[in-house]
Nanobody, 130 residues
């Protein structure tokens, strides 16, 4: 059984930075997809960034490209999301997710649809004030 545990959320002022962490517990293997998703009140869950663990291919949504950075530490089984230049519209619950199915990967890149991911963390709140 795999468990994902997130940390690092909080409240910051606009322009500030945060780093989210997601540690994967269990038998993970070496090749799988992970991603960060977010959901604001009244809105659908959306992909922020994905990364292929065991490779290096990444995906970023247009809304965070150049602002957020996804990375991994394979030795620690930990996924990170660096959030810079935060804006009030970045306020949301942030979730990490993982999936091991080959159908989650397309041309070497992990898909961004949230329904492609079977394992989810509990979420961590990010609140950005103006």
């Amino acid at each position: 059984q795999v468990q994902l545990v997130e940390s690092g959320g909080g409240s910051v002022q606009a322009g500030g930075s945060l780093r989210l962490s997601c540690t994967v517990f269990g038998n993970t293997g070496s090749n799988y997809c992970m991603g960060w998703f977010r959901q604001a009140p009244g809105k659908e869950r959306e992909a922020v960034a994905t990364i292929y663990i065991g490779g290096s291919s990444t995906y970023y949504s247009d809304s965070v490209k150049g602002q957020f950075t996804i990375s991994q530490d394979a030795a620690k089984n930990t996924l990170y999301l660096e959030l810079d230049s935060l804006k009030p519209e970045d306020t949301a619950m942030y979730y990490c997710a993982a999936d091991w199915r080959v159908t989650t990967v397309v041309f070497g890149r992990c898909r961004a649809e949230h329904n492609r991911y079977n394992y989810w963390g509990q979420g961590t709140q990010v609140t950005v004030s103006s």
